[in-house]
């Protein structure tokens, strides 16, 4: 499949834009600007390039110009607004060459050729980034270009980050991301109940023996993993969110039984539910 090629529009003539995520960014597409996305209340599943991972609160990330790529929200109810996530997107040479090449800016240097990959940092990093990237949606002028080099700073502060895209070529790729992209949202679809292997390989246009060989070695993950995932991912944000009884969740979320519930949820989440849900109700 061909990654459509988007615009990031500029109406005020600025040189970066920040804005809230909306369903623009749920097919697969690329654009030559760097883009940073905070998410802060949902949760899905985003591909860059050949990474295929799950995401939750807080989690930032910033990718490279032209670098493919794609989030996929599991919706919450009929009356979500979809505002979830921000994101910024900005040009390299909106900075310039003259500020970039100072010796001050070695590690945003580093950083920016870094992104070509995808780069994904720890929901602490997250965390802190929230402030400036509340403030990019609203202020103008000089205000708006410190809160984007405070933002800049915090990634480039960050102790912690992953490299997101590994190598692959061009040929492969563009089967892999059609593929992927299908899978992915007939997933975040179905989750709630049981999802054959034969079912979700026609998908794919594949056999279910090739389609677990192919999940596995695009994604570093079992296909059931993958749905036992997204499911506590689901479960996790029923119980920030909710007031629903962790039972219900449970079928809620897909999941047969409640024991079965438990121990994914303690796979995945690293602690029971109810110690999760205990965190956010202090």
Not at 165 to 188: N, Q
Request: one cysteine or more.
């Amino acid at each position: 499949m061909i990654p459509e090629i988007i615009s990031i529009r500029h109406d005020d003539g600025s040189g970066f834009r920040a804005e809230w995520m909306d369903n623009e960014s749920g097919f697969l597409h690329l654009h030559p600007e760097y883009e940073i996305v905070l998410n802060i209340s949902g949760n899905g599943t985003r591909v860059a390039g050949d990474s295929v991972e799950l995401f939750d609160r807080y989690d930032l990330v910033i990718y490279g110009p032209d670098l493919k790529h794609f989030w996929n929200f599991y919706r919450q109810d009929e009356n979500d607004t979809g505002r979830h996530a921000i994101m910024v997107h900005f040009r390299r040479e909106s900075l310039g060459d003259a500020l970039l090449s100072q010796f001050e800016m070695a590690d945003l240097r580093t950083l920016l050729d870094k992104a070509g990959r995808g780069i994904s940092f720890p929901p602490e990093t997250g965390e802190a980034a929230e402030e400036p990237m509340r403030r990019l949606l609203s202020e103008t002028g000089m205000k708006k270009m410190v809160s984007l080099f405070r933002l800049l700073e915090i990634l480039c502060s960050a102790s912690k980050y992953k490299t997101l895209s590994g190598e692959i070529t061009e040929s492969k790729r563009d089967v892999t991301d059609s593929r992927l992209t299908a899978v992915c949202s007939f997933v975040r679809d179905n989750f709630f109940r049981a999802i054959p292997v034969k079912e979700v390989a026609g998908v794919a246009g594949m056999s279910p023996h090739s389609f677990s060989r192919f999940f596995s070695r695009s994604t570093g993950s079992g296909f059931v993993d993958y749905v036992n995932q997204v499911r506590t991912n689901k479960a996790c944000y029923l119980l920030r969110e909710t007031d629903h009884q962790i039972n219900e969740i449970v079928f809620e979320c897909g999941f047969a039984t409640v024991s079965n519930f438990n121990k994914q949820f303690r796979k995945h989440a690293g602690m029971s539910a109810r110690d999760y849900r205990a965190q956010y109700r202090n």
